[in-house]
């Protein structure tokens, strides 16, 4: 079993910025990746990065690129999402999960964290 607990969410205005972060504890696994997923009310979850634990694979969602950054520390079992340059349209409840990355890109994972709001003024 793998617990994550999401940190860091709030409210912030537009063109701020926030850092996310998820604590991984238990049985991770090396094979796997931890992604940062969004929902909004009314639309569908969606992956906006991942990041590998044993590799420096990192997948970005093309509306993120260039304003997110995912990072980890091993050592920590932590992954963080670093949000720049937030827009309206950012605000959703994230969340992180870990599985294949095949999975994660596939809207499914096994284990997910609470989630933590982000609210993005205008």
């Not at 590799?55 to 690129?65: E, R």
Request: proline share 2%; net charge positive.
């Amino acid at each position: 079993q793998v617990q994550l607990v999401e940190s860091g969410g709030g409210l912030v205005q537009a063109g701020g910025s926030l850092r996310l972060s998820c604590a991984a504890s238990g049985r991770t696994s090396s094979s796997y990746a931890v992604g940062w997923f969004r929902q909004a009310p009314g639309k569908e979850r969606e992956l906006v990065a991942a990041i590998f634990w044993t590799n420096v694979s990192i997948y970005y969602a093309g509306a993120v690129k260039g304003r997110f950054t995912i990072s980890k520390d091993n050592a920590k079992n932590t992954v963080h999402l670093q949000m720049n340059s937030l827009k309206p349209e950012d605000a959703a409840v994230y969340y992180c999960a870990s599985d294949l990355f095949g999975e994660l890109k596939r809207g499914r994972s096994h284990f997910w964290g609470q989630g933590t709001q982000v609210t993005v003024s205008s």
